[in-house]
């Protein structure tokens, strides 16, 4: 409590916080549908040509893929507006029951006769894909909800990294229970049965939007209205910078996870050692991402952390693009990979906490709903950029290419493209640094606008809470100094 309850001080304001042990259940649980749920978009990627004959559809495989991505801009806007509407257990609770409701129908699909599965598959991995934008802007509402200051990024990591946790899991455990178009069935049983088990869980154990009693000061407060949160965002000029950049990271690496195997073949690299970049990317990212969040909590410097690992993602980010056009240079693009992935990765939990604290009292399920349309968006945008400036393939690289064996992809000429997204990513950078000064709003709230002047770290004062001093401590020190 901010205040004791003494005869000498009764008029005195209080605000009395908490932190509940159960609020690692609420993180849990969302955590875990992030994971089970792109565990579903994923999990027949790298079985394509198993799945497209289950299917009896050429295009199976890809449909599966698209549904997701096309839904999230529009689904993601009506998300937006019905967790601030509605509370964030509602938003728990639809992301749950849309999610285990769609495994369920695709597990059912695979029991059918050959010509009614795809129609009815596709329909279960639609409504899956609902639950997707409602579950990528729970993380940061959770933990402005439920955690103190002082895990609050932490949080924020946990329930965004299942996201890229869910996309290893299901690239190394697809192939190894699929070596025919009937081994299907158990890719559908085996993304169906977590996504059910969550949904049941959320039923039961996710009671109430927020806990009886706060555990910051700003979580007691009043957040804006969708409507008018949405236009603070875009009449705030250092959330807009937040925005670009943060939606721009974010596309840039989804887009080099995408086309990390078109990028790599040309020069010799076969789809196994594509495969293993990706994973280290991803290995390297949760484990930047979970330190950078500790690093936060504990020095609140989010500028700093987020500037500095910015500059080696771009930089090493760059490297990898270069390394990829020279054959024979494993070893080191493998290492590039990692670093690239710790650095880049390192960004996404604490910009999306920075979302929250420059546009504080806006939601943040608003906030960082915004920047996660932004990156779906910009993905797009750059996956287009790298195949409109992609060239045939040089003849002194056919003697390398191995894009043709198989199923084959037709082999290109990345320079141009490489080149046109170095670029981007540096002028990116270059915004982050010049324009991007932020005011930890939130921060301010909670102790006091000396405290948290901006986020570079220097005039922040990292104590906790509870060390400060309490309202009736500077009360009797006020009557002592009258």
């Known amino acids: 409590m901010l205040g004791d309850m003494k005869e000498e001080d009764p008029a005195m304001p209080r605000i009395v916080l908490k932190v509940y042990p159960r609020r690692w259940i609420v993180l849990l649980i969302v955590a875990l549908l992030n994971n089970s749920n792109t565990m579903s978009w994923i999990a027949f990627a790298p079985i394509a040509n198993y799945v497209n004959p289950f299917y009896n559809q050429a295009m199976a495989t890809n449909m599966f893929s698209m549904v997701y991505m096309f839904g999230t801009i529009p689904v993601g806007l009506v ?31 695979s029991f059918l ?51 890229p946790l869910g996309v290893i899991l299901a690239n190394v455990i697809s192939p190894q229970i699929v070596s025919h178009p009937d081994d299907v ?45 949405v236009k603070a965002c875009f009449t705030n000029s250092e959330y807009l910078w937040l925005l670009l950049v943060m939606g721009g990271s974010i596309g840039m690496f989804n887009c080099l996870y995408t086309v990390i195997q078109q990028l790599l073949c040309p ?15 991803i290995i390297g990212g949760i484990f930047g991402a979970t330190v950078s969040a500790i690093v936060v909590d504990r020095t609140k410097w989010y500028e700093k952390t987020i500037k500095f690992c910015m500059d080696m993602a771009v930089l090493f980010g760059i490297l990898f693009l270069q390394l ?7 070893g080191l693009i493998l290492v590039t990979c990692f670093i690239f992935g710790v650095m880049g990765l390192a960004t996404y939990p604490v910009g999306l906490e920075m979302s929250a604290e420059c546009t504080f009292p806006v939601s943040e399920t608003t906030s960082t709903g915004l920047i996660v349309l932004s990156g ?18 040089q003849p002194d690289y056919w003697k390398y290419e191995v894009c043709t064996i198989g199923e084959g992809v037709v082999p290109k000429d990345m320079s141009h493209s490489n080149i046109v997204m170095s670029v981007v990513a540096i002028s990116l950078y270059l915004i982050l640094v010049v324009f991007f000064h932020p005011k930890l709003r939130r921060l301010e709230t909670e102790r006091g606008p000396v405290k948290a002047k901006n986020g570079t770290g220097e005039p922040l004062d990292p104590t906790p809470l509870n060390t400060l001093p309490r309202p009736s401590e500077i009360a009797a020190k006020q009557v002592e100094e009258a």
Do not use: E, H
């Open 113 to 163: 006769p050959v010509a009614s599965r795809f129609p009815v598959g596709i329909t279960g991995q639609a409504i899956a894909a609902v639950a997707y934008p409602f579950i990528m802007i729970l993380p940061t509402k959770v933990a402005g909800s439920w955690f103190p200051d002082n895990q609050r990024t932490l949080a924020t990591t946990i329930g965004i990294m299942s996201n």
């Open 376 to 393: 779906q968006i910009q993905s797009i945008l750059f996956i287009t950029i790298m195949q409109i400036f992609s060239n045939p393939l």
């Open 79 to 109: 998300a937006m507006w019905s967790a601030r509407k509605f509370g964030l257990r509602s938003a728990i609770l639809i992301a749950a029951w849309t999610n285990g409701i769609g495994g369920l129908i695709r597990l059912l699909s």
């Open 267 to 281: 020069s010799g690299y076969d789809n196994t050692f594509s495969g293993l970049c990706a994973a280290l990317m």
């Open 324 to 330: 990829t056009l020279r054959p024979g240079l494993g």
């Open 185 to 229: 069935l158990y890719v559908n049983l085996f993304t169906a049965v977590p996504s059910i088990l969550c949904c049941i869980a959320a039923t039961f154990l996710i009671t109430r939007s927020n806990p009886k009693l706060p555990p910051t000061i700003s979580a007691s407060q009043q957040r804006m209205d969708f409507f008018a949160g």
